[in-house]
């Protein structure tokens, strides 16, 4: 019998339920909470994910002992494969010999929940930013809007940076390229062309044009597939940087979402190089208190320029022409906006509480929530729900605020989930061939 101390490890591939550690919890082993979008299981210690090493128990072999007085003529042992003669006492009584124990399975570590509550405030902030459109003339929802397009998509764009680390070590993770993004894709796009039919809009359909919210699948996979380049980079955030001032040169189109896997790849190379102690340091009080004031400070500024800022750089997509301005002020303007949504980002990681809550579980399934607020935004926007005029104040933005909170919460239940995974999680098995085992 082979020693299990020098035995091959047993490596079974976890689901996402079973995931646990995080940020909040940094230890010699922490995989990272999965789900199929923006949180990938990822080991920042080197095991791949989807196949971390557990314990296996042990296999209980039943021990048979031989019949009483059945030996052979020359008065010898009979002597059988892989069955152990009992040992004998002093008074020649046959002893049992004890049957091997079933080795104790560890508990399962539980999932950590720090991301989990990330992701559900971000989620929350897409549908009412949305919603938001059509309200825009008054001030103080435009200042809400400002508010949030500061940080919520790029803080998104970070998290989905360092939960893709790992990306590439995992079979399972490289199928999820079609899984969850490619397929979805095809689906969401022709989806919402029918439904902008059904309002009374015109029939539309470019698939490498994406439509209003689905640009984010798209942009994801092509960071994703640029994910080995940055990590054979030395210095990948200043590289970044650089690609994403000088990118404001050029007219990127919209096609493949080009303009905005441009406009906000620093914060994907950040999150890539990000490491566990990074999020623990944002965990300390002082840090937290300068937190609270960044983020009183922007909302205070953005309140006060709702009234002449254009929104178009908040989109990180636009380029120096289309915004009218001249090459040097460009540059400030997107090195400016890059320190403002970087702190805000780290802010708000901060400032989200790192225990469980009762949006934790909400935040496992924000995949849901972003492809499908689309369809009652457009809607109550056709059907001019969003636009009455008490809307447009301050009591608007409260009322609008509070029924997307409340749709993304509808959205994020695990009903929800049953009731779409089918179509927003296919699972393509028969589309891959199965690794060889070597």
């Not at 993004?181 to 969401?188: M, T």
């Not at 597939?225 to 919209?254: C, E």
Request: glycine fraction near 6%; charged fraction near 20%; proline fraction near 9%.
């Amino acid at each position: 019998m082979s020693d299990t101390r020098f035995s091959p490890s047993v490596t079974t591939p976890r689901t996402p339920e079973e995931d646990a550690g995080g940020p909040a919890q940094t230890g010699a082993r922490w995989p990272l909470p999965e789900e199929a979008f923006w949180s990938e299981a990822a080991d920042p210690h080197g095991v791949a994910p989807g196949e971390l090493t557990e314990p296996q128990p042990a296999v209980k072999v039943p021990v048979k002992a031989p019949a009483k007085g059945a030996v052979k003529d020359d008065a010898r042992p009979a002597v059988t494969e892989k069955r152990p003669q009992p040992r004998t006492t002093t008074d020649d009584r046959p002893q049992q010999q004890p049957e091997p124990k079933l080795e104790a399975e560890p508990p399962r570590r539980k999932r950590d929940p720090f991301l989990d509550n990330v992701k559900f405030v971000l989620i929350a902030l897409v549908p009412i930013g949305h919603a938001l459109v059509p309200t825009l003339a008054a001030d103080s929802n435009r200042a809400l809007y400002i508010f949030i397009y500061t940080f919520h998509m790029p803080l998104f764009v970070l998290i989905s940076g360092y939960l893709s680390r790992n990306f590439w070590n995992s079979n399972a993770k490289t199928n999820k390229l079609v899984d969850t993004f490619l397929i979805p894709y095809v689906i969401v796009e022709v989806g919402y062309a029918i439904l902008r039919v059904s309002v009374g809009q015109k029939w539309s359909l470019t698939i490498i044009d994406p439509a209003w919210l689905n640009w984010y699948l798209l942009a994801l996979l092509f960071w994703r597939l640029s994910t080995p380049v940055w990590k054979r980079m030395k210095f990948p955030v200043p590289v970044a940087i650089a690609i994403y001032l000088f990118a404001g040169f050029s007219q990127i189109s919209g096609d493949f979402s080009m303009d905005r896997f441009f406009g906000l790849v620093p914060f994907f190379v950040i999150g890539l190089v990000m490491q566990p102690e990074h999020f623990e340091m944002l965990n300390r009080r002082w840090i937290k208190i300068l937190a609270a004031l960044t983020v009183l400070g922007a909302a205070a500024v953005a309140i006060y320029i709702a009234p002449k800022a254009p929104l178009d750089p908040f989109y990180f997509k636009a380029s120096y022409q289309d915004l009218h301005l001249s090459w040097y002020m460009g540059l400030a303007l997107r090195a400016g906006l890059l320190v403002c949504s970087l702190a805000m980002c780290f802010a708000v990681l901060a400032l989200v509480p790192r225990g469980e809550t009762w949006f934790s579980d909400l935040g496992t399934r924000t995949l849901y929530c972003y492809l499908l607020h689309g369809i009652p935004v457009l809607i109550a926007k056709e059907m001019g729900w969003l636009d009455f005029p008490w809307l447009f104040g301050p009591l608007g933005a409260l009322a609008i605020a509070s029924s997307c909170f409340a749709l993304a919460i509808v959205l994020c239940l695990p009903e929800t989930r049953t009731l779409f995974k089918w179509v927003l999680e296919p699972r393509l098995t028969w589309l891959y061939r199965r690794p060889s085992r070597s």
